[in-house]
């Protein structure tokens, strides 16, 4: 308490001799000032006139301070949710409930009719980013669809959206778990072909929990078209992974893929997938930046299916 004390007094020394020297200063300098026509604010070290800043140049500055300030309390943020929250690896096929930062593209490629190949470019992912500490939004890349050699024209799909809420997780160690709203969206903005024609919602409730090395990550949401549901149709969609984190970054997987059509030209059928892979990562590239990839096959276990043996690729930059 003494100590205390003690040190309070000598920081109010401090600060009174502080003032008083201040005040000091201040009436010589405004001496100077009437006696002098020139002070130093108005020359070089050369004795020559220095510039002084422009109130634009000063605005400048401070929104650039301003904008820089704003970025890096986005990114402590950004990290900060993605701390709280385990470390699993994105599956493949079934939406990850985790919060994130990252670029993801993917790429499919399916036998097709006449012996073609359907090759997909995008896969509905895209940027991926955080926006608070609870919610992530998805501006997706609209996928591109080829069929070769001789198959129809090429054409450009919806463009994928995608909001997620975590309404709990917890980080490894801590419980190791999720639970996400998701509300994913497609903008009917694809050809005749490719696109839907009408706006789709797709509300999807992910969850997951680890145990050590070992996860399982699930997805369960319904297809919802805003038009024409009699040929869209509605479905309910269930996917799983389950995960295992081994050695050199590596993370084997097997999902179970599932659809249910409920309306539609399917109405009563079922199809069901079983997709094994194999992830790598994350490994750093950069500072802040990291890469990771999976590669995996869709086999088809159902007798109704759109299509079967569906290899899928998967690159991901996390920031």
Request: charged fraction near 20%; charge should be positive.
């Amino acid at each position: 308490m003494r100590l205390a004390l003690r040190t309070i007094s000598l920081a109010w020394a401090g600060f009174l001799l502080a003032t008083t020297a201040q005040a000091d200063d201040h009436a010589s300098e405004k001496a100077d000032s009437s006696s002098t026509p020139t002070t130093e604010k108005e020359t070089g070290g050369d004795g020559s006139s220095a510039p002084e800043k422009t109130p634009t140049q000063c605005g400048a500055k401070t929104e650039e301070k301003k904008k820089h300030g704003l970025f890096r309390s986005w990114l402590h943020m950004a990290t900060e949710t993605q701390t709280k929250q385990p470390d699993w690896l994105s599956p493949l096929a079934t939406t990850s409930g985790r919060l994130k930062d990252e670029l993801r593209y993917d790429i499919w490629d399916q036998p097709s009719a006449q012996g073609n190949r359907t090759y997909q470019f995008g896969g509905g992912k895209g940027l991926e980013f955080i926006t608070s500490s609870r919610t992530q939004v998805l501006a997706g890349i609209p996928s591109y669809t080829l069929h070769s050699p001789n198959g129809a024209p090429g054409g450009f799909g919806d463009i994928p959206l995608m909001l997620k809420f975590r309404i709990a997780s917890a980080e490894r160690g801590e419980g190791n778990y999720l639970l996400t709203f998701i509300l994913g969206a497609a903008a009917p903005t694809g050809s005749h072909r490719y696109g839907t024609g009408d706006g789709v919602l797709t509300p999807t409730i992910a969850f997951g929990k680890g145990w050590g090395r070992f996860d399982v990550q699930s997805t369960f949401g319904a297809s919802l078209p805003t038009g024409h549901t009699a040929k869209l149709g509605r479905q309910l969609q269930w996917n799983t992974a389950f995960q295992y984190q081994g050695f050199w970054r590596l993370w084997p997987e097997l999902e179970v893929n599932s659809t249910f059509y409920k309306t539609g030209t399917n109405a009563g059928d079922k199809q069901v997938f079983l997709t094994p892979g194999l992830g790598f990562g994350r490994v750093r590239l950069a500072k802040g930046f990291r890469f990771s990839t999976a590669a995996g096959l869709q086999i088809a276990v159902t007798q109704f299916h759109a299509y079967d043996h569906r290899w899928m690729f998967s690159e991901r930059i996390s920031f």
